[in-house]
């Protein structure tokens, strides 16, 4: 099973698609047609479980208070910044 310091090199095939190896599989309990979700992160590749996601994202928003539309918060953040343009 792979250790979370553990580096296994993997290939980009011709196609763009890169194999994620058992060990790292059963480590991280990834299953076949599980979403992942990537995105470059400071020059990195990182792809993480769509339900971790998802809950880092749940956590971070719940914490804001009641009685606040952060749609409303973002579209005056915007007018802010288009004015200062």
Known sequence: MAKPAER???R???QGRVVVPSSIRRAL???PDQRLVARVE???LVIEK???VLARLK???SKVPKG???AEELIAERRK???RE
């Open 8 to 10: 296994i090199e993997v």
């Open 68 to 70: 606040v539309d952060m």
């Open 50 to 52: 769509r339900e971790t």
């Open 59 to 61: 956590a971070r928003y």
């Open 12 to 14: 980009i095939d011709r």
């Open 42 to 44: 400071e020059g990195r």
């Open 29 to 31: 309990s990834l299953l």
């Open 81 to 83: 910044e288009a004015e």
